[in-house]
């Protein structure tokens, strides 16, 4: 393939989530050849720690769809493989911000457990629509425990935005219909998205890819990981990321904007001048890659000079909470906030925690010990900590 015919291509982002051990990064492996857990404690322990990347293209031959370069090429897919854990459940809300679409995988062995319920709510906070549903390990149950299992999940999702979402049984370890699972990918719409607006470029990872001892000439600038929302980029733009760096002053944090320019933009193993908003994209920056290692801008925005919104330390949100708490195998209803308390919010790719200051009907007013960059409308999930975990207890929208 060309690289104008890849660029030319419908781009999707699709979230992989599910509980832990349910096989999503061994599915992600087969559909791309890539395994997302590189960091290397994810590769000891087994488990996904941080959000995890890859991308394919789906061939279609004569209706067969597959991913081995068969066929006419039809869509360009981005992959972000979030975390299963119960403790990790910040950086799976930050995965969630950045996505289209989702696959929900449930292992059939084990069914429905408290961290699937957890990130399927997170889902339908984040407003995911197209949701499809990977009932795996199917070759290791009876075929009256899938019949069994199926229905389980038909019931869990009746009278939600999945009710009428494909349940596929696939083994990944196998690679028992893999296929079926590429036509559904290929089936979902893709979203209407606005080129004319100014950019809006959400950082999701951000990090240093020089090896130790790289000589001074080769060294390449910090890197950007993220979706572009709306608008466009062009490698030599001029771009303004905030909140941007911490920087620790009189015993106190407070946050600088940051000012660089575009060096090189990649998507997927190409490299491209102009990008527009669809697939997951990295960013060479002139910025020091020192500012960039270990995540340090992840949770900020980025656009062209002039174009961002203030810094918020304060923050009005329209909160609407779920009926009980998610993530645990007993039923807790959720109780009302009360001023004083602490909550964290995502926003973005943001993680925050903030002190609800402020209570009139289901309007919330906090003050963040983190910053933001909020615009008016964009969603936000609230989660509490119960017993020492952050639970997801509901969500809701920036207000002004």
């Known amino acids: 393939m060309t690289k104008e015919s890849v660029k030319e291509l419908p781009e999707l982002n699709i979230g992989v989530v599910g509980h832990i051990d349910h096989g999503k990064t061994t599915l992600l492996s087969k559909l791309t050849g890539k395994f997302t857990d590189t960091h290397s404690e994810e590769l000891k322990r087994g488990i996904t720690i941080k959000l995890g990347y890859a991308e394919m293209i789906i061939y279609d031959d004569n209706g067969n769809f ?6 006419k090429p039809v869509r360009y897919i981005s992959f972000i493989d979030s975390p299963g854990h119960e403790m990790l459940m910040a950086t799976m809300l930050s995965g969630a911000a950045i996505i289209d679409s989702a696959i929900l995988v449930i292992a059939a062995n084990e069914g429905i457990k408290p961290q699937t319920k957890e990130h399927f709510m997170a889902l339908q906070a984040k407003k995911i629509k197209n949701i499809i549903i990977v009932q795996n390990k199917i070759d290791l149950v009876s075929k009256e425990k899938a019949l069994e299992n199926y229905k389980e999940i038909k019931e869990f999702v009746k009278g939600t935005t999945a009710e009428n979402s494909p349940v596929i049984p696939i083994s990944a370890q196998q690679g028992v219909n893999i296929g079926k699972l590429l036509k559904a990918l290929w089936e979902i719409p893709i979203p209407e998205r606005d080129k004319t607006k100014k950019p809006i470029f959400i950082i999701a990872r951000s990090f240093d890819i020089n090896r130790p001892g790289t000589e001074i000439k080769n060294i390449h600038g910090g890197i950007l990981g993220g979706i572009l929302k709306e608008g466009n980029l062009k490698v030599g733009e001029e771009i303004e990321i905030k909140p941007g760096i911490a920087i620790k002053r009189n015993n106190q944090y407070i946050h600088e904007p940051v000012t660089t320019k575009i060096i090189s933009i990649q998507k997927g193993d190409l490299k491209v001048n102009e990008v527009f908003p669809g697939a997951s994209i990295s960013i060479e ?4 890659p020192f500012m960039t290692k270990t995540d340090s801008l992840t949770g ?14 304060k923050v009005k949100i329209k909160a609407e909470l779920f009926k009980e708490v998610l993530g645990k195998e007993t039923k807790d209803k959720v109780t009302e906030l009360k001023t004083k308390e602490m909550l964290m919010l995502s926003v973005n790719t ?23 960059i909020g615009i008016t409308k964009d969603n936000v999930g609230i989660a509490r900590n119960i017993n020492g975990h952050w639970r997801l207890i509901g969500f809701g929208e920036i207000v002004r």
């Open 300 to 313: 900020s925005v980025a656009s062209t000079k002039g174009n961002l919104p203030d810094i918020m330390s």
């Open 285 to 288: 920056t002139e910025l020091d």
């Open 350 to 372: 943001t993680i925050t925690v903030g002190t609800v200051e402020k209570i009139s009907g289901d309007i919330v007013e906090m003050n963040l010990n983190i910053p933001i």
């Open 66 to 71: 597959n991913n081995e370069k068969i066929g």
